[in-house]
C-alpha cells in the first residue's frame, strides 16, 4: 500500500495528479477523488480575492501525513495520496486533492469523507481570506466538528 | 516586580495570534525552563497582550502540540497558534 502526502506553495493540476494517481492499476475496481477549490465569494458575500493558509513548516506536513495514514490503516484501501497547498491561494485554484483505490468502491468513498473531515479540522493550518479592503481569519464550522464527530469511534 | 534573570526564548507564532504579537518573538524566562502555562504570563507581562492567556490559544514544543503543564527547556522550539482551520 502507499500512502503520500505533499504539501506545496505551487499550483496543481488536479486531473493530472489522478490520471497519475490512476495509471497502471488494475487490481483495484474503485479510485475516488476529492478537489477542493478556493471559492471567490465568502460565506457573507464579500469578495475573496485570495484564500491564504498559514502553515508551520514541519508541524503541518506531519498533521497531513498522520491524518493520510489513519485513513489508510482504517479502510480497506489500496493507496491513498493527499496533495495540499499552502501560501496564497486564488479563485478556482485547486487547494487540496485527495484520491483513494480500493477492490470496491464503498471502502474508497468512506476513505476519502474520512480524510477530508479530518484535514478540514484537524491539519495544522489557519485560513484567512482577503479581498478588498479586508482581511478575515476563517474558523471552523460547527458543521466540519459535526461532520468529524460521525467519525468518533 | 524584580527584573527577572533569564535566557531569551523564542516563540513563534501562527494564525490569529500573530496578527498581535507578529510572526515570532523573544521572551526572556528561567534558565531553568518554565512550564508552558508559566510561559503565557510571562509573555503577558513581556509584551502587554493577554492574546496567549486567551482561550484557544494553543501550544507547542518541537512541533508537538501540549498542554500547559509541559515544560519548556530553554533552547526548545515553542510555538503559540490559534485553533487549526483545517485545509
Known sequence: MAVTSRLQAEPFDAAEALRGFMAGRTADGAVVSFTGLARGRAHSGDVVEKLILDHYPGMTERSIEEIAKAAAGRFDVSDVLVVHRHGEIAPGEAIVFVATASRHRGEAFACADYLMDRLKTEAAFWKREEGPGASRWIDPTDADRERLARWSD | ?87
Open chain 2, 1 to 87: 516586580m524584580s527584573a527577572m534573570v533569564g535566557v531569551k526564548l523564542r516563540i513563534l507564532l501562527f494564525g490569529r495570534v500573530s496578527d498581535l504579537l507578529g510572526r515570532e518573538i523573544e521572551v526572556l524566562v528561567p534558565e531553568a525552563g518554565c512550564t508552558v502555562g508559566e510561559l503565557r504570563r510571562l509573555v503577558a507581562e513581556q509584551t502587554g497582550s493577554d492574546i496567549l492567556l486567551q482561550k484557544g490559544a494553543r501550544a507547542s514544543i518541537d512541533k508537538q502540540v501540549v498542554q500547559d503543564d509541559a515544560f519548556v527547556r530553554p533552547g526548545a522550539e515553542v510555538a503559540f497558534f490559534s485553533v487549526f482551520s483545517g485545509g
